[in-house]
């Protein structure tokens, strides 16, 4: 037996999913049960969920573990050599975002 799935959704996101997914070579029914059978596979969102601010801190949203092992990596590499000039990167992050 099979359930049916109802969801509004405005007209423009549906003709874009539409045309999306027919370019995909599949449908957005299709694509739905894609995404439903990928969330029971993953036991959760099949893609990250993330809040994005543009002057957020990239650093904020890591743990404690994941700081230590990114400054470990860094120091790893300054000791062998590869590291640049603070003048260069604190100028490819004023470019990056827009400082």
Known sequence: MAST?????EDDLKKK??????QLGTD???A???FLTQAILNN????DI????????????MTEEELLLKLAKSKNHADQG???????????????YGL
């Open 5 to 9: 799935i109802q969801v509004r959704v």
């Open 17 to 22: 999913s539409d045309e999306l997914f027919k």
């Open 28 to 30: 957005t029914t299709s």
């Open 32 to 34: 739905i049960r894609m």
């Open 44 to 47: 959760g969102f099949p893609f």
């Open 50 to 61: 993330k809040i994005k601010y543009p002057d957020a801190n990239p650093y904020v949203f």
């Open 82 to 96: 590869k590291y640049k000039d603070a003048e260069i990167v604190i100028s490819d992050m004023r470019e990056k």
